[in-house]
């Protein structure tokens, strides 16, 4: 079964075990295809909403927003389902804040739950994001956070995403898309 205890186990020690910061934020087609393989079926039962009995501990619901949030990202890179499952990664991330179910898990696991908040264009979840950036005590977490929302607060979205997600450019998110280092 895709969603059982043994996929779950299999997401975080292949995440935080088998992987390490290196792999986590570098774009990389054999890392890519290495996900895809092995975790393809499991972001596609997760999206249909049959990983929810993973919510049920911290580490678990973890596990499924790394699935939606993070895996989707790497099997989908350049097509609009690499955020399709950003809303829902999103309401689980939110809901695990509000039952403070956060507070369990290391600062590491933490930085991954709060991404979602991260990759959110409404400002509004930025506030709340900047408030668990800092909160967390990582400089470099909260670095990237404060870059994200300046992004927002210059675009109202991330202009990286434009062309992937079918949307116009404006002049301004042209002229900053040629920028060095532009997008994250």
Known sequence: MIADGATLDRVLDFW???LGPADWF???ERL???IGDRFG???AAARRGCCAPWRSTPRGRLAEILVLDQFSRHIHRGTPDAFAADGMALALAQEAVAGGHDLTL???E???LYLPFEH???LSVHVQAMALFTALGDADALDWERRHLAVLERFG???HRNEVLGRVSTPEEQVYLEEPGAGF
Do not use: H, I, Q
Request: no cysteine.
């Open 120 to 122: 959110s264009e409404s």
């Open 26 to 28: 570098g774009a990389g």
């Open 32 to 34: 890519d295809e290495v």
């Open 41 to 43: 079926r499991v972001l």
């Open 16 to 18: 935080f075990g088998e």
């Open 157 to 159: 979205r991330y202009p």
């Open 110 to 112: 933490r930085k991954f």
């Open 106 to 108: 290391t600062v590491t």
